[in-house]
């Protein structure tokens, strides 16, 4: 039962556009969602994150949208370098209180971006 | 500031012998976790800590035992490797948007 999807297994993109990668998740007791992103033989960094009672979140290049009807988030980078190329994961956590930071991330997606 | 440090980066096992991955960090953190990457899958949660002294068991814990050793310490072993158990495996520590360390590839033949 995977709670969080990332139905892209990558996404190309060229230098200078906008690159969107997106995130579903099915249980809706999550409450606050994050980014990380990942180059090989390198372990993931934090890049955003989002609490569900925002719907939005920008960070200089990133921004991270939340559509909690849907169940949907995304995150979007403008402008797109070659340097953003890495694997991109997004997970959810539920904080009750009692969740201890335990995450549930989905699958992954490829970004390359052409220079 | 080294953050999260893992030891050993590589390690090829045979199916039956048993190793310990060693995680330290070095932020004060309460809170550690094992991960198991793997193709397809994302990264999904093995054992935890909340803080010193606890330990519980996250969605995939069959096969794997971990010790909090102290603050600064989480190690997991696999008593007898299998095939599945083929990986990366990473330590994490802190909150949400916590500190990764950068992985253990390990090769079970």
């Known amino acids: 039962d995977q709670q969080v999807k990332q139905n892209s297994p990558s996404l190309s993109v060229q230098e200078g556009r906008i690159s969107i990668l997106n995130c579903d998740y099915t249980n809706s007791m999550f409450d606050y969602f994050l980014w990380y992103k990942k180059y090989p033989a390198e372990g993931p960094t934090f890049l955003i994150s989002i609490s569900s009672i925002k719907d939005k979140n920008e960070d200089g290049r990133f921004t991270v949208f939340l559509n909690k009807s849907a169940k949907h988030l995304s995150l979007h980078i403008v402008p797109s370098q070659p340097g953003d190329s890495a694997v991109y994961f997004c997970a959810a956590i539920q904080d009750g209180g009692t969740s201890y930071g335990k995450l549930t991330f989905g699958q992954g997606t490829i970004l390359t971006v052409h220079p | 500031n080294a953050g999260v440090t893992q030891t050993p980066k590589f390690q090829v096992l045979k199916t039956g012998q048993s190793m310990t991955l060693q995680c330290a960090q070095d932020?004060?953190?309460?809170?550690m976790y094992w991960y198991r990457q793997d193709p397809g899958m994302g990264l999904r949660l093995i054992y935890y800590?909340?803080?010193?002294?606890?330990?519980d068991k996250g969605e995939v814990p069959n096969g794997y035992n971990v010790s909090r050793l102290n603050k600064r310490e989480f190690s997991l072993r696999l008593e007898s490797a299998a095939p599945s158990q083929t990986s990366v495996y990473f330590c994490?520590?802190?909150?949400?948007?916590?500190?990764f360390g950068s992985g253990t590839r390990l090769t079970v033949v």
């Open positions: 994490a520590s802190g909150t949400p948007g916590y500190t």
């Open positions: 932020m004060n953190h309460n809170s």
């Open positions: 800590s909340a803080s010193e002294g606890t330990t």
